[in-house]
C-alpha cells in the first residue's frame, strides 16, 4: 500500500535533506535574528490529519508584535509586520524549510492538503466533511500547484479532498516537482488576501 511507501520516502528524504541544508539553516537563522528581534524559528499550532493538532515550524517572518494564532489572508495590513528578511524568505519559500522536521516526525509529508489554523473553522470544518484530513498534511500540495493564495477556502478544500482521494507515487511527485517551477516564479503569492479569504 502506497501510504507506508510514503511514509518511509518522506523519512528518508527529509532527513537527507536536513543534513545536507544544515548549513544553510544556519544561515538563514543568523540574518533572521540578526534582521529583527526575536527567535530564528517561528511556532505555531496547526490542524493536521484527522483534526489532530500539532506545532509547526518556520523560519520568523514577522514582527514578534504580528497577531498570533492568525492567517496571514486574515491581515489587512500584513506589510507592517513582516521583516525586509522574512519579504524574501516568503517570496522564495525558504521560510518553509524547517518543516522538515515537522515531515520526520510524522506530523506533515511532502505532499499533502496545507495544514492551516484551528481559527481558520470555516476551512477546517469543509475539509473535514469532504474528508480531506484523512491524510497527513503537506508542505505542499494540489492546491499549491493550482492557484496557492489566489483560491478561496471553497476551492482549496475540494482540490485537498480531490489529493486525498487519489494520493499515489505519480501525483505526488507531479505535485513535487511542480511546486518546484511555482516557487522558482514565484507564483500565486499574496499576502493578506482578506477579501479573497471571505468568499465561500
Known sequence: MYTGLKRLLDIALSLLLLVILSPLFAIIALVVRMD????????????????????????????TAAPANIATAQLQHPQRYITPVGRFLRQTSLDELPQ???????????????????AETYLVQLRH????????????????????????PRIKAHYDAEYAQNCTFL??????FSTL?????????HEGSADLYQKP
Do not use: C
Request: cysteine-free; aromatic content about 10%; proline content about 7%.
Open 36 to 63: 529583527s528581534d526575536g527567535p530564528a524559528i517561528f511556532r505555531q499550532i496547526r490542524s493536521g490529519q484527522g483534526g489532530h493538532l500539532f506545532v509547526i515550524y518556520k523560519f520568523r517572518t514577522m514582527m
Open 100 to 118: 522538515l522536521w515537522n515531515v520526520l516526525k510524522g506530523d506533515m509529508s511532502f505532499v499533502g492538503p496545507r495544514p492551516v489554523i484551528p
Open 129 to 152: 466533511r469532504l474528508g480531506a484530513d484523512t491524510v497527513r498534511p503537506g508542505i505542499t500540495g494540489l492546491a499549491q500547484i493550482r492557484g496557492r493564495d489566489d483560491l478561496p
Open 171 to 176: 501525483l505526488d511527485s507531479y505535485i513535487f
Open 181 to 189: 517551477r511555482y516557487v522558482l516564479r514565484r507564483e500565486g503569492i
